[in-house]
């Protein structure tokens, strides 16, 4: 964790071929609140139990350190083995927590998360010219126009869940197969219905450091522990401030 109190952070490099220290002062804080759009502001998350379990006792999740990271408030509507799909119009649905939730009008971003669970229970993933619930690609259209008809000034960010261990047979790996996917595979297509709305996609499966060699950070096939929720939460967070928000005004 990166002190409160920090003036700068000094790196030491050196060159193979001439061995020679270099040393760079970076005169603020990677999340300095001069260098941080979200300081102070509110969000929303919506997603799975990554996202629930950050206000579990005794369980960890990212949100917990992101609100730290950022110093900004997010309202958290995760829930546990939830899906983008929407097999029906209940709780257990991301999609229908976007719908139903009646806050947004004080929100200034909004966190959609998933979708691990749509890839390994086998949900209709389709395409990016979806526009209907009857795929996770449609899904996620439909959560994204909702989230900007209530509020078309709010930053949306999609999160890609990162890599699990085993699970039934299942390593959520590059070379797991379900529904004739790999988990990065459905991610790809996912990825395009984002683009179609100009929205930042944070890729955790693939560049977190949760993958195939960091167990370390996890309690069970995919929930972090306590390092995991950290680890997760530095990548996110430094993933958001190079993003920002939206610009409004003139």
């Known amino acids: ?62 949100l917990t350190y992101l609100r730290q990271l950022l110093n900004c408030e997010i309202d958290n509507q995760g829930v546990g083995g939830a899906d983008w799909f929407l097999t029906d119009y209940s709780n257990r649905s991301i999609t229908y927590n976007v719908e139903n939730y009646a806050n947004y009008s004080d929100k200034d971003f909004v966190i959609i998360e998933g979708c691990v669970n749509d890839w390994f229970t086998s ?17 996620l259209r439909k959560m994204i126009e ?3 008809t209530q509020k078309p000034t709010a930053q949306i960010f999609v999160i890609l869940d990162h890599y699990g261990r085993d699970y039934d047979s299942l390593d959520c790996s590059s070379t797991a197969i379900v529904n004739g996917k790999t988990q990065y595979e ?12 100009g929205i930042p996609v944070i ?3 693939a560049e977190s450091s949760i993958g ?3 167990t370390q950070y996890l309690v069970d096939n ?24 939206k610009a409004t005004g003139v």
């Not at 949900?123 to 899904?139: E, F, I, P, Q």
């Open 1 to 62: 964790e990166i002190p409160a109190n920090i003036a700068y952070i000094g790196i030491n490099c050196y060159t193979n071929a001439s061995n020679v220290k270099k040393f760079i002062n970076i005169t603020e804080s990677l999340f300095a609140s001069s260098n941080n759009p979200f300081d102070s502001l509110k969000g929303v998350a919506f997603g799975t139990s990554l996202t629930q379990r950050s206000d579990g006792e005794g369980t960890y999740g990212y």
């Open 222 to 245: 995919i929930h972090c522990n306590n390092l995991g929720a950290k680890q997760s939460a530095q990548y996110i967070a430094s993933k958001m401030l190079n993003i920002g928000l």
């Open 146 to 148: 909702h989230v900007y």
């Open 212 to 214: 195939i060699f960091g």
């Open 186 to 197: 459905y991610y790809s297509e996912l990825k395009k219905v984002c683009e179609l709305y």
């Open 123 to 139: 949900k209709v993933l389709g395409n990016y010219s979806d526009n209907a619930y009857t795929s996770v690609c449609g899904c």
């Open 203 to 205: 890729s955790e499966f």
